[in-house]
């Protein structure tokens, strides 16, 4: 058998699946968090929505911009990524664990 195919076939304890399901599920809502306020508002995560006052002037926030606003919708499909590895390893603990 092949070295990597017998790494895959060992068994692993339920706990490193469930640790694994929530570091992806930390994982996917940061990337759906940063996706949806880009897409909402059309500005970086970083870039405040209101008025900032810099020394003695007033500096009005930048512009919403359409590719912001794809780069939110770039954030949510990864964060479907991350659904994807939350779900394999949620039935993998599992069924390791009424193994």
């Known amino acids: 058998m092949h070295t ?8 692993k304890p339920p706990g490193l699946y469930f640790q694994n399901v929530l570091v992806t599920l ?7 968090r940063v996706g949806w306020t880009q897409v909402r508002t059309g ?14 002037a007033l500096v009005a ?7 912001r606003r794809i780069q939110g919708r770039i954030w949510i499909g990864a ?3 991350f659904a ?7 039935a993998s ?5 009424l193994e």
């Open 26 to 32: 930390a994982g996917g809502l940061l990337c759906f």
């Open 93 to 97: 603990g599992l069924y390791a664990l």
């Open 84 to 90: 994807l590895g939350f779900l394999f390893n949620l």
């Open 79 to 81: 964060s479907g990524l």
């Open 4 to 11: 990597l195919v017998a790494a895959l076939a060992e068994e």
């Open 61 to 67: 926030p930048a512009p919403p911009r359409r590719s």
């Open 43 to 56: 500005r970086g995560i970083t870039a405040p929505n209101r008025t900032l006052r810099i020394g003695d």
